[in-house]
Nanobody
Framework: QVQFVESGGGLVQPGQSLRLSCTTSKLSFDYYHVAWFRQAPGKGREGVACIARSDETTVFADSVKGRFTISRFNNNNTAYLQMNALKPDDTAIYYC??????????????????WGQGTQVTVSS
């Protein structure tokens, strides 16, 4: 069964940065959009960023525009979420997942699958 492994989370202070990684050995990224989602305690799963499978067009949630970037490396089935200028509101478990629909990618959780266990990001002073 395909499952992603997310890593790179941790406890940081406001204004600091983290880079999250997402990888799997059981499918080829070439055929999928890749997205990052997050879920804070007591809240639903929120789309953060996605990168399309073909032209690598990216989409970001308004709350992270200008602070987060997403990238992908199909040759090793790895995607990254670079998070800068972190805020306490960014505290959540972060997950990655894939979608095989035609482009463009969208931030709709119910369109994605092969969810991992997530990685905890905590932003606190």
């Amino acid at each position: 069964q395909v499952q992603f492994v997310e890593s790179g989370g941790g406890l940081v202070q406001p204004g600091q940065s983290l880079r999250l990684s997402c990888t799997t050995s059981k499918l080829s990224f070439d055929y999928y959009h890749v997205a990052w989602f997050r879920q804070a305690p007591g809240k639903g799963r929120e789309g953060v960023a996605c990168i399309a499978r073909s032209d690598e067009t990216t989409v970001f949630a308004d709350s992270v525009k200008g602070r987060f970037t997403i990238s992908r490396f199909n040759n090793n089935n790895t995607a990254y979420l670079q998070m800068n200028a972190l805020k306490p509101d960014d505290t959540a478990i972060y997950y990655c997942a894939v979608d095989a629909r035609p482009p463009p990618c969208r931030l709709k959780a119910d369109e994605y699958y092969f969810w991992g266990q997530g990685t905890q990001v905590t932003v606190s002073s």
